[in-house]
């Protein structure tokens, strides 16, 4: 559980600086247009091998083949940004699918919220949320899963040559595929965070020299500093909420917690009072539970906390009255979560009592006794965040799997050349949204088979050059445009720090991309029909471009999953760092046998930036006529 935890909150350090979620992440496929990689073969009628068939055609204008291939896709890992300063970045470094799906690899229930946080001083919000579900405030949560497609395209290339010597052609492809999607749940690591990772206690040990009744603990600060609790307000004997963590509590300049004063002027407090203060913080910059024994003493104590919650690594630092811990920590869940109140032990210097060394002292023990009782009557019978959101139609555990045919994608193209020599075709294509669309957006991992209802055009070029009877060299830039249509989306909240979970609303969403090929195709020397071919794509998409649709208020608000109506959004989120890039680099054999032909290869992504490390394979085959 430990290593998981640690796992956890380390992703989290590196990559939630940023929200950087995406919704088109996936690069084209290498079956895309024409289902081969390699150069175009010469046609059967000129091929070396021709006149030696039983029975021959005629020479005819057209060259037709049919193609037919199945491929598999996966991928469990996804580039990340290399910080907040280099956002825009290509990177080699990954990290889970989660933060390509939600902005973020781990994030608190509370992120998914309009301003992203309840943390700052005790206000309705945090009153709400503490008490529908105290968990979305604290509790990490870590979706982790992996992306695995299989399916079949399947297609038709057809082309007719033109004037003297067929010098020029025009031709026009058309193919279809059918995937099956799925969306799989890594079991085996942890979903979110319990009470048992920020609320941890332990029997002090009688070999130890204390009081084997006594019992140590070590809570961190930001589930501490989400708890709300009724008093009695006097004289007026009115039940009135009040923050467990509180800042400029008993004077100005202190900190308390439960009431009790855990701040002072030093480490040791002032004179003999073993009280002031009842406890200190270790530092745990991962946010996980800190090494035996929890207990400190005033000369375990490396200084004074940071008014940001500033500390090295493992070391014990106590509150020091007069530091703005209201104006910094108080407003910051993240340092928060890297720090553990511990209990304060008395001192060897403290007492004559030989026996006492090493004890909790009484405020020590006041402040176990205090949130015990407010677990005991509010946390044991909440449900885990993740919890909340199923109530509210949206599961992070779920398992997605999508069957369906995709869209189906046209072009014509022409252009002047031989394919044994040298050509240049100009294409123009159209892909129709034949594909599964998503209908409903709190169905967060449900994929589609398509481009989710868009249409999309593009404008593309094709040219190569056989210098040699065994090596050609293709080069294919494409220009495509998704146009605008109504998608669902999850409400994306003004200051959200986590998307795509929240109530459904409809975005009107374009998107433009590029797609650069080059391929170097090699023969065998004395079989032109068998050879190998490697290349390198670059995809390049640049950010969504979205405005609200007509169901959206102007000004622009939504009612959120806790049931605030008017929460303000802001259309940008929906914008930024939506613009993926790969480096992919593409490899195939192939061999044709007379009229009928097999090919098998793959791709892999080796770099990017807000897009998933893929792996493909596939085999395939061609009829040609």
């Given amino acids: 559980m430990k290593k998981t935890l640690k796992s956890i909150v380390l992703l989290s350090a590196l990559y939630g600086a940023s929200l950087h979620a995406t919704f088109q992440f996936l690069s084209p496929l290498s079956l895309e247009d024409r289902g081969y990689m390699h150069w175009a073969l010469t046609p059967v009628d000129q091929a070396w091998w021709y006149d030696d068939m039983p029975s021959q055609k005629d020479h005819t204008e057209w060259n037709i083949h049919f193609w037919g291939a199945g491929y598999v896709r996966t991928g469990c890992k996804a580039f990340a940004d290399c910080g907040p300063c280099n956002e825009n970045k290509i990177t080699r470094h990954t990290t889970s699918l989660g933060e390509l799906y939600f902005g973020k690899a781990v994030f608190r229930g509370e992120e998914v919220f309009a301003d992203g946080t309840f943390a700052g001083p005790l206000s309705p919000a945090q009153e709400l949320v503490n008490s529908v579900n105290p968990f979305l405030a604290f509790a990490r949560i870590r979706p982790v899963f992996d992306y695995n497609e299989t399916g079949a395209h399947i297609g038709i290339d057809f082309a007719r040559t033109l004037g003297a010597d067929d010098r020029f052609h025009v031709g026009g492809r058309v193919y279809i595929p059918y995937k099956i999607i799925e969306i799989e749940q890594d079991t085996s690591i942890e979903l979110q965070e319990t009470l048992d990772n920020v609320f941890i206690t332990r029997i002090v040990n009688a070999d130890e020299g204390a009081d084997p009744d006594q019992i140590e603990y070590a809570m961190r600060y930001d589930f501490l500093s989400t708890l709300v609790f009724n008093t009695i307000a006097t004289p007026s004997q009115v039940v009135v909420p009040d923050a467990v963590v509180k800042y400029d509590s008993l004077s100005v300049g202190n900190v308390s917690v439960t009431g009790v004063q855990v701040s002072a002027e030093t480490a040791a407090g002032t004179g003999a009072n073993t009280n002031i203060p009842a406890a200190y913080v270790i530092k745990s910059v991962d946010g996980t539970v800190p090494d035996l024994p929890f207990r400190k ?154 481009n989710n209802g868009h249409v999309v055009v593009c404008l593309g070029l094709d040219a190569g050059w056989q210098p040699k009877p065994w090596f050609a060299f293709e080069i294919r830039p494409y220009f495509y445009h998704a146009c605008k249509r109504t998608e669902h989306r999850a409400a994306p909240f003004a200051g959200q720090q986590v998307i795509n979970i929240g109530p459904d609303i409809d975005v009107n969403i374009s998107w433009n991309y590029f797609v650069f090929r080059t391929d170097f195709s090699f023969f065998h020397p004395h079989n032109p029909d068998l050879g190998f071919q490697l290349g390198y794509e670059l995809f390049a998409k640049g950010n969504d471009r979205a405005s609200f649709g007509s169901c959206v208020p102007c000004p622009p608000t939504a009612t959120d999953l806790l049931g605030r109506p008017d929460q303000p959004l802001d259309i940008e989120i929906l914008e930024h760092n939506t613009n993926t890039l790969t480096n992919k680099l593409r490899g195939q054999i192939f061999y044709r046998c007379n009229y009928f032909e097999i090919f098998g290869g793959g791709t892999q992504v080796v770099s990017g930036r807000h897009a998933m490390k893929e792996s493909e394979g596939h085999i395939g085959l061609v009829i040609y006529f």
Avoid: M
């Fill in 297 to 450: 003493d005033h000369t375990q104590i490396a200084g004074a906390l940071g008014a940001d919650g500033q500390g090295v690594d493992g070391q014990a630092y106590f509150f020091e009255t007069g530091v703005g811990y209201k104006n910094g920590l108080r407003n910051d869940r993240d340092e928060q979560g890297t720090l553990f109140l511990v209990p304060r032990a008395i001192a060897a210097n403290e007492t004559n009592n030989p026996d006492q060394v090493g004890q909790l002292t009484t405020n020590a023990e006041s402040i176990l006794t205090n949130v015990r009782a407010i677990i005991d009557g509010d946390l044991l019978i909440s449900e885990p965040a993740s919890t909340f959101f199923l109530n509210n139609g949206i599961n992070l555990l779920a398992h997605e799997c999508v069957r369906g045919v995709g869209d189906l994608f046209t072009e014509v193209y022409g252009g002047i050349g031989h394919y044994n020599d040298w050509f240049v075709d100009g294409i123009f294509g159209v892909q129709f949204p034949t594909g599964k669309r998503s209908k409903n957006a709190r169905n967060i991992y449900a994929p589609t088979t398509g």
